[in-house]
């Protein structure tokens, strides 16, 4: 979507006025438009598509929360805020320490208000290996934490928490959107934030909006919040900043409408933006679980990450290989086929082949006389003492390669399904505040969401679930912080005030 300069307060006429003014429906512009409300605030809320939902809604609902959980207690975890902070601090060492201890300290708290929308969590335990279980456990596995060295960094517990069987993100979404609801907040649908407002002194006071052709106006008494979705959309902007997510072969997951306009808007202000080189590229190459005990190797027939870390870590070690390319290599016990194309794209983890021994399988792939037969030689001797000495990968996932038929699954990037979620954007404080190059916020502008990183900044290390995770709590906070501003701008209260749309809900 293009986007305009931002625009003086000679340049529109205010159709409308409210409070706080939040541009986009998704997980964090309706937790901010909640918590907005609920501080007493008058909310309008501006959403680009039909319906809103963003890409909560189209998400499997995973909300990555711990520090001692019902259903971690319930299970024997004993998660505490520190431990979880250490954590994130290991696998998100760019993040913001002051976030990362926010969310932990506040994650068990945002569990129950969670719990208080309607959001239904149960206390049963999935103990496997699935980029997205089926099934209606609420706690699951979703990151490395079992996996060395973050392992070692804090004590490993599972802190994904789903609200119900399969991919349910619609189903938290409509329970803030009931809340919207309840609270009386106004939403206008089918229309696009396409430029922000500005007083003499620099201040965000309103946002232009296009519906139907034509363009709008709503001055903002307190502030603006910028909830429009992140950018993998945009593809060359990733490439322009040196993002991974630009390379041929990788399919952006989110909504169409992540096409970086909030990031554009808050430039348009000078707000600082920070970390588009990363995105969160995945390609699970599990389930079945029981190919976590094969291995992958590249090119040169060389092992390069433990196969038991996170999908994202997997994948982007597998980004970084010559040529991206990559197979998994396991035998006819620990044989089976990838299920993730099979739901998300024509793209599979192809089965290349099946050989009776290593070194015909290693001339058939164009590897190194010799690597393959050395490497599966050495894991095969690490899966008998139970030790991996070259990436340390879990003595649950270690099994020798040694029952014919052995088999290779392409993981390479171009052949096998790679998608990806942005992660940078607009630099802002623990509320929410959008930042200047300087570090001082841009008055009456606050950016939630995938339009700013917060718990997620690097890709390799993202546990699914950060993202909504940050987008509600930091959403909630940003909302509340905006309708604590003073009033910066007001329509002459003799004025009256014009209709606004019909489909205004």
């Given at each position: 979507?293009?986007?305009?300069?931002?625009?003086?307060?000679?340049e529109?006429?205010?159709?409308?006025?409210?409070?706080?003014?939040?541009?986009?429906?998704?997980?964090?512009?309706?937790?901010?438009?909640?918590?907005?409300?609920?501080?007493?605030?008058?909310?309008?809320?501006?959403?680009?598509?039909?319906?809103?939902?963003?890409?909560?809604?189209?998400?499997?609902?995973?909300?990555?929360?711990?520090?001692?959980?019902?259903?971690?207690?319930?299970?024997?975890?004993?998660?505490?805020?520190?431990?979880?902070?250490?954590?994130?601090?290991?696998?998100?060492?760019?993040?913001?320490?002051?976030?990362?201890?926010?969310?932990?300290?506040?994650?068990v708290?945002?569990?129950?208000?969670?719990?208080?929308?309607?959001?239904?969590?149960?206390?049963?335990?999935?103990?496997?290996?699935?980029?997205?279980?089926?099934?209606?456990?609420?706690?699951?596995?979703?990151?490395?934490?079992?996996?060395?060295?973050?392992?070692?960094?804090?004590e490993?517990?599972?802190?994904?928490?789903?609200?119900?069987g399969?991919?349910?993100?619609?189903?938290?979404?409509?329970?803030?959107?009931?809340?919207?609801?309840?609270?009386?907040?106004?939403v206008?649908?089918?229309?696009?934030?396409?430029?922000?407002?500005?007083?003499?002194?620099?201040?965000v006071?309103g946002?232009?909006?296009?519906?139907?052709?034509?363009?709008?106006?709503?001055?903002?008494?307190?502030?603006?919040v910028?909830?429009?979705?992140?950018?993998?959309?945009?593809?060359?902007?990733?490439?322009?900043?040196?993002?991974?997510?630009?390379?041929?072969?990788?399919?952006?997951?989110?909504?169409?409408?992540?096409?970086?306009?909030?990031?554009?808007?808050?430039?348009?202000?000078?707000?600082?933006?920070?970390?588009?080189?990363?995105?969160?590229?995945?390609?699970?190459?599990?389930?079945?679980?029981?190919?976590?005990?094969?291995?992958?190797?590249?090119?040169?027939?060389?092992r390069?990450?433990?196969?038991?870390?996170?999908?994202?870590?997997?994948?982007?070690?597998?980004?970084?290989?010559?040529?991206?390319?990559?197979?998994?290599?396991?035998?006819?016990?620990?044989?089976?086929?990838?299920?993730?194309?099979?739901?998300?794209s024509?793209?599979?983890?192809?089965?290349?082949?099946?050989w009776?021994?290593?070194?015909?399988?290693?001339?058939d792939?164009?590897?190194?006389?010799?690597?393959?037969?050395?490497?599966?030689?050495?894991?095969?001797?690490?899966?008998?003492?139970?030790?991996?000495e070259?990436?340390?990968?879990?003595?649950?996932?270690?099994?020798?390669?040694?029952?014919?038929?052995?088999?290779?699954?392409?993981?390479?990037?171009?052949?096998a399904?790679?998608?990806?979620?942005?992660?940078?954007?607009v630099?802002?404080?623990?509320?929410?505040?959008?930042?200047?190059?300087?570090?001082?916020?841009?008055?009456?502008?606050?950016?939630?969401?995938?339009?700013?990183?917060?718990?997620?900044?690097?890709?390799?290390?993202?546990?699914?679930?950060?993202?909504?995770?940050?987008?509600?709590?930091?959403?909630?906070?940003?909302?509340?912080?905006?309708?604590?501003?003073?009033?910066?701008?007001?329509?002459?209260?003799?004025?009256?005030?014009?209709?606004?749309?019909?489909?205004?809900?």
């Open positions: 979507m293009k986007t305009e300069a931002a625009k003086t307060l000679d529109v006429t205010f159709a409308t006025t409210a409070d706080v003014v939040i541009a986009g429906l998704g997980g964090a512009g309706a937790s901010a438009a909640i918590a907005a409300a609920e501080a007493g605030a008058e909310v309008l809320v501006i959403e680009r598509t039909s319906g809103g939902g963003g890409s909560t809604a189209m998400s499997g609902g995973f909300i990555y929360l711990g520090g001692g959980t019902p259903p971690q207690k319930a299970n024997g975890f004993a998660d505490t805020p520190e431990n979880m902070a250490r954590f994130l601090k290991a696998t998100q060492p760019k993040a913001a320490v002051d976030k990362i201890e926010a969310y932990c300290e506040g994650s708290g945002h569990y129950d208000w969670l719990m208080s929308l309607g959001v239904t969590f149960n206390e049963r335990y999935f103990d496997g290996k699935h980029f997205h279980p089926h099934s209606d456990e609420t706690l699951v596995w979703t990151g490395s934490e079992a996996c060395w060295p973050l392992s070692e960094a804090a490993p517990f599972p802190r994904g928490h789903k609200p119900g399969g991919f349910v993100g619609h189903l938290l979404f409509d329970r803030l959107l009931q809340r919207l609801h309840e609270l009386k907040v106004r206008i649908y089918d229309a696009a934030v396409n430029a922000l407002v500005r007083d003499e002194a620099g201040a006071v946002v232009q909006y296009r519906q139907e052709g034509r363009n709008m106006a709503v001055a903002a008494r307190k502030g603006v910028l909830a429009t979705g992140g950018c993998e959309w945009d593809r060359d902007l990733g490439l322009a900043h040196g993002s991974k997510a630009g390379r041929e072969g990788i399919a952006p997951l989110g909504v169409p409408t992540a096409d970086g306009s909030g990031i554009a808007l808050g430039q348009s202000m000078d707000a600082a933006i920070v970390g588009l080189d990363q995105s969160m590229i995945t390609s699970p190459f599990y389930p079945p679980a029981s190919l976590v005990k094969g291995i992958l190797v590249n090119s040169e027939g060389r390069f990450v433990a196969e038991d870390v996170y999908h994202a870590w997997s994948t982007d070690a597998i980004l970084s290989q010559p040529e991206g390319k990559a197979y998994l290599i396991c035998d006819n016990v620990n044989f089976g086929r990838p299920e993730l194309g099979d739901i998300r024509e793209r599979k983890h192809e089965v290349v082949d099946a009776d021994n290593i070194p015909e399988m290693e001339a792939l164009g590897m190194p006389e010799g690597s393959l037969v050395e490497t599966i030689g050495n894991y095969n001797r690490y899966a008998a003492t139970g030790y991996d070259e990436f340390r990968k879990n003595p649950k996932w270690l099994a020798p390669i040694s029952e014919i038929p052995y088999a290779a699954i392409d993981c390479s990037v171009g052949s399904y790679f998608c990806c979620i942005s992660l940078g954007g630099d802002t404080d623990i509320d929410g505040r959008a930042l200047k190059a300087d570090g001082t916020p841009v008055p009456g502008l606050y950016a939630v969401g995938q339009v700013a990183p917060n718990l997620s900044v690097e890709g390799w290390g993202y546990a699914s679930g950060l993202l909504i995770g940050g987008a509600t709590f930091f959403g909630r906070r940003a909302g509340k912080a905006a309708a604590a501003e003073p009033v910066r701008h007001a329509l002459d209260p003799g004025s009256k005030y014009p209709e606004l749309p019909a489909d205004v809900a």
